[in-house]
């Protein structure tokens, strides 16, 4: 490949490079539209005997169909109601799902020039070697499940089509051909790939393992119990061989009080975020403009001191202030010749309650963030506006508080991620099981925490909820940081 210039030099991809990567795109583009989601990829073949083997009544058998691709082989599980092929067929169905994800968007990069504003070339082969990747997982994936579901059940039943076969080497073959122009293009655009880079810094790579371990443990793993969500758990099956019940957990959340929910802990959260960050840049301007020394430390710690106090405290101190017959605040009242207030029984009180009590309690630490980053802002510009004749309100309104921006869209955008997940102990230590006041109360925690302790085998209705609540913030923090990066790009957090 030779390179080409423009006549101010510039240096620009060869025309050929758009043709042939157009041609691999189409070929990732086949692959995905005859093969992944529209032909069989597992056929049934000793069909009477399989039922036999899984012990399936005469009515559920003639209700099973005799082909099925990996996009729907979780409906053979969920129809014979045997849970054991659930997991792998389930994992099968997120592989064949990105596969079909990651070679769409490497097919828009190519066709859109306008979506691609990289170095192109590089990220459109990028994209589309992920995506046969996959493709490549699903074909290998599914000779696996055919494998173990006839190891498991002793019959020779579940056989790969050719589809599964000929995804599985064309993606090989179309990954190897995208490599090829990619190497060309590094060429081009001086760059080296993955293992030149593990080559030159493999050190610091190793030092990665720690770190790559414990993610992995700790976050990567456990996410294999979101499967709960689809299944009617039981002790005596285990996680990966009870029923798949497909979306019948989601069902009953859906009908039950999931606007409620979403309102409650949505509405709560939003009141926390901006409320919260208001008065936590007030306070560390407040404290960063404080003159006296002690007194700045004094005001520092008194103001952070409510972060470490347990939520079990709190319950107390909330239960003896609200209290109707001996609570601090009735006793006043009555004392002043009023009447008591039955705060345990108006649900109207609890929204300003929970909100005072939460910013009480957790103003002070995200103040301590602000009050760091108006500590590293260079006192030169506060120098160069007083000589301009700029006033403290001036200085602190178009000095401290524009250089505030990047710490505050980072704080947001970590708090919209876990906008659907409500402060679990707040709530449950200030209201319990008081169900009269779960109309303004109640949030998705809460709920989860009773439907799981109240019914011990509806684990799959709480996993359902959680999983909900995870997805909900996955999309507004990507809705969130994708306006943000087209605002201002170095704000983004990716």
């Given at each position: 490949m030779t390179k080409t210039e423009t006549k101010d030099g510039a240096r620009i991809a060869p025309r050929g490079m758009d043709r042939r990567l157009i041609a691999a795109s189409l070929c990732a583009l086949l692959i995905l539209v005859l093969f992944l989601p529209m032909l069989p990829w597992i056929h049934i073949d000793n069909a009477e005997a399989l039922h036999e083997a899984m012990q399936l009544k005469s009515k559920t058998a003639a209700a099973l169909g005799n082909a099925?691709?990996?996009?729907?082989?979780?409906s053979f599980v969920q129809d014979s109601g045997k849970g054991l092929m659930g997991p792998y067929a389930f994992l099968l169905?997120?592989?064949?799902?990105?596969?079909?994800?990651?070679?769409?968007?490497?097919?828009?990069?190519?066709?859109?020039?306008?979506?691609?504003r990289?170095?192109?070339?590089?990220?459109?082969?990028?994209?589309?070697?992920?995506?046969?990747?996959?493709?490549?997982?699903?074909?290998?994936?599914?000779?696996?499940?055919?494998w173990f579901g006839n190891r498991s059940y002793g019959v020779s039943?579940?056989?790969?089509?050719?589809?599964?076969?000929?995804?599985?080497?064309?993606?090989?073959a179309a990954y190897l051909v995208s490599k090829n122009l990619e190497k060309e293009e590094r060429v081009f655009y001086k760059e080296h790939g993955f293992m030149e880079e593990l080559r030159r810094n493999w050190l610091l790579f190793v030092f990665l393992i720690p770190c790559f371990g414990f993610f992995l443990i700790n976050n990567y793993?456990?996410?294999?119990?979101?499967?709960?969500?689809?299944?009617?758990?039981?002790?005596?099956?285990s996680l990966f061989a009870s029923p798949f019940v497909g979306f019948d957990n989601f069902r009953f959340l859906f009908r039950s009080e999931i606007?409620?929910?979403?309102?409650?802990?949505?509405?709560?959260?939003?009141?926390?975020?901006?409320?919260?960050?208001v008065l936590q840049i007030f306070f560390a301007i407040l404290i960063s403009h404080v003159a006296s020394?002690?007194?700045?430390?004094?005001?520092?710690?008194?103001?952070?001191?409510?972060?470490?106090?347990?939520?079990?405290?709190?319950?107390?101190?909330?239960?003896n202030m609200f209290e109707y017959d001996v609570g601090l605040i009735n006793n006043l009242v009555t004392s002043m010749g009023g009447q008591r207030i039955d705060f345990y029984n108006t649900p109207g009180y609890w929204p300003f309650l929970i909100t005072v009590f939460y910013l009480w309690k957790n103003i002070g630490y995200g103040m301590v963030v602000y009050l760091a980053t108006i500590t590293g802002i260079s006192s030169d510009y506060y120098e160069a506006a007083q000589i301009d004749g700029a006033n403290i309100y001036q200085q602190i309104w178009y000095i401290t508080v524009p250089l505030l921006k990047p710490t505050f869209i980072i704080l947001l955008l970590y708090a919209l991620g876990g906008i659907m997940k409500g402060q679990f102990e707040l709530f449950y230590q200030m209201i319990g099981n008081n169900g009269t006041l779960f109309s303004t109360t109640d949030i998705f925690d809460t709920y989860v925490y009773r439907i799981t302790t109240?019914?011990?085998?509806?684990?799959?209705?709480g996993t359902a909820a959680g999983l909900f609540q995870s997805l909900f913030g996955f999309v507004v923090i990507m809705l969130t940081n994708f306006f943000i990066k087209r605002k201002n790009p170095e704000y983004a957090l990716f």
């Open positions: 099925y691709s990996s996009l729907t082989f979780l169905l997120i592989i064949s799902v990105t596969a079909v994800f990651l070679l769409l968007y490497g097919l828009a990069l190519v066709l859109i020039p306008g979506l691609n990289s170095k192109g070339d590089l990220k459109r082969c990028g994209m589309l070697q992920k995506g046969m990747i996959f493709a490549f997982l699903s074909g290998v994936g599914t000779m696996l499940l055919c039943a579940f056989t790969v089509m050719w589809p599964g076969i000929a995804v599985t080497l064309l993606s090989a793993l456990p996410m294999f119990g979101v499967y709960f969500a689809f299944t009617k758990f039981n002790f005596r099956d606007v409620h929910l979403t309102t409650n802990t949505i509405l709560y959260n939003l009141v926390f975020i901006v409320v919260g960050n020394r002690r007194l700045k430390k004094v005001s520092q710690t008194l103001i952070f001191m409510p972060y470490f106090v347990s939520y079990v405290i709190l319950r107390v101190l909330v239960f109240t019914q011990p085998l509806s684990m799959g209705m």
